[in-house]
């Protein structure tokens, strides 16, 4: 059932037009990566801040307040520009190990960095003791780090 | 004149090619994935955590944070990330001389990150000196708005530039023209 859902992605005309086109796959591959940057800086700034490192200065409910228009623009475009990037290659996808490690990862990063950790930052520091917050920094990282390993091998080893 | 100057580096680019270990990373079946991937992650830390510096620079975001406060927090962070990302890009480059000394896209990255450096040296060298006398205004003096927003600009070009040398097809014709190979 889900290997006709990536053939249905792969016969739609969206498909078709970038993988016909000489310019689009490149210049959605550059806006992607852009908003990777964006997106890894919204997302470390804030993790670092729960290490107790990076803007120790700043207070976490402020600091994350204030990345989060960032964080969601960035995600915003980077599920815009991943789409036709996707369906456009969409059984070099379903057959490569590293799509699926990417968006298990990418799946576990939603729920932590947009659930979890907007509730952890939510609060002010020693709120929830002085490990989880700590927890919370490190799997962001991880995971982030992990999708972003996991796109770049599709790429590469697929 | 642009052809003239590369052609004068062109043997140090053959030169390194013939490197024993050259060809070893060259040939070697996963040397380049380990580079790339590195080179991909770590400049996520860079470019992200430049990115929010420029900002504050620009007074587009953190602009409550005293200047010299965000550069304490997020610098140590960036130099690991320089390290690694010029590490393996310098390691991609000496591994395959030879296919990025004919990209356009590569050059174009190089002068991009030449820029960049001369406008991180005058930021340091002058701009910065009178710190101490606005780090707390949310809105930095002119010049050091303009640092930011040239960072910002020529750091999104690196970035963009950098994706397009896998594209050493898409490139203009004088730049054939120059039949670097």
Redesign the interface.
Known sequence: MLQSFFQWMQGLSLSAYFLES??PT?II??IH??A??????????VD?RLLG??????SIP??AG??QP?LIGSFTVLVLTGIPQMTSTALKQYYSPFFWWKMEALFIGVIVTFVIRRIITSKEEGHFGPVWPKVVGITSIALW?SV??GA??IG??S | MLGFLLELVRPVFEWVDSFPSSLAWRESLNGYVYLLTAHVVSMGLVAGIIGYWDMRLAGMALRWLPVSKVKSGLFPYLYVGVVVNAGTGLMMVYSQPMRYYPNFWFWFKMAMLVILAVNAAYFHLRIEKTVEQWENDPVAPAKARMAGYLSLAFWVGVIVTGRLTAYSGLVPQWWLDLGLG
Request: hydrophobic fraction near 65%; proline fraction near 3%; glycine fraction near 6%.
């Open positions: 000489v310019w490149p591959q550059c990566l852009v990777v940057a964006v997106f890894a800086g919204a997302v470390l700034v670092l490192s990076g803007l120790k200065s700043a402020r600091l204030a990345v960032w780090t972003t390993i770049r091998l590469l080893l």
